[in-house]
């Protein structure tokens, strides 16, 4: 399986719902980011934890990472239709030159 | 505007004809990647650069080269293209390539024939 595996693997929502994705990973990071992809776009960068740090806070976004687990969050607040995207955590390797990105979480936000 | 851009956003093409998806970035960005995405197996980094002049393969190089002549540019070839190159290709940049955010290029849909 790959380093970074997002779960579940498909989330539908209604709208003003909380939505929670999980990332686990296997190796030891520098630094996690999340990113966001509406249908065959590019992905946007959403937020980045470094491993000393256990929570982040963007807006409507929060981020946890827990490195004795291996694993973070990705919880967004009050959903909104516009937030209906794919979801991909990516883990910066130690001792790597790049990003590992998992398969990601479609989220859907129903009306 | 800070931005990457690709070209051509769309491309079909036959086996076997040379082709060159174009890449720039506008950020003064030191690193640069390649990735494609498929349905099921998610972003895979195909080549990177971490300057100018300073190129290294990703996890599937097979099939491409890239050239890294300025820092604005990466183009991604593909020499002699096969259908199993089909896929929708990714742009990235970042100022550096430790704990820095990537900034993705809309996508060339490629499809080989």
């Known amino acids: 399986s790959q380093q970074g595996e997002e779960d579940p693997q498909a989330l539908s929502i209604q709208e003003g719902e909380n939505a929670t994705m999980n990332c686990s990973y296997k190796?030891?990071?520098?630094?996690l980011q999340w990113y966001r992809q509406n249908s065959g776009r590019g992905l946007v960068h959403l937020i980045l934890?470094?491993?000393?740090?256990r929570e982040k806070h963007s807006g409507r976004l929060r981020v946890t990472l827990d490195t004795s687990k291996k694993s973070s969050s990705l919880l967004i607040t009050a959903s909104r239709a516009a937030d209906t995207a794919s979801y991909f955590c990516?883990?910066?390797?130690?001792?790597?030159?790049?990003?590992?990105f998992g398969q990601g979480t479609r989220l859907t936000i129903n009306p | 505007e800070a931005q990457v851009t690709q070209n051509p956003r769309y491309l079909i093409t036959v086996t076997g004809k040379k082709l060159t998806v174009t890449c720039s970035q506008n950020?003064?960005?030191?690193?640069m990647s390649w990735y494609r995405q498929d349905p099921g197996l998610g972003l895979r980094q195909i080549y990177y650069?971490?300057?100018?002049?300073?190129?290294d393969k990703g996890d599937v190089p097979e099939g491409y080269k890239v050239s890294r002549k300025e820092k604005r540019n990466f183009p991604l070839i593909l020499e002699s293209p096969s259908p199993n190159q089909t896929s929708l290709y990714f742009c990235?940049?970042?100022?550096?390539?430790?704990?820095?955010?990537?900034?993705f290029g809309p996508g060339t849909r490629l499809t080989v024939t």
């Open positions: 990235a940049s970042s100022y550096k390539r430790d704990a820095y955010e990537q900034y």
């Open positions: 190796t030891s990071i520098n630094n």
């Open positions: 650069s971490m300057n100018v002049e300073v190129t």
């Open positions: 950020m003064n960005h030191e690193y």
């Open positions: 990516a883990t910066d390797l130690q001792g790597a030159q790049k990003l590992v």
């Open positions: 934890i470094r491993s000393n740090e």
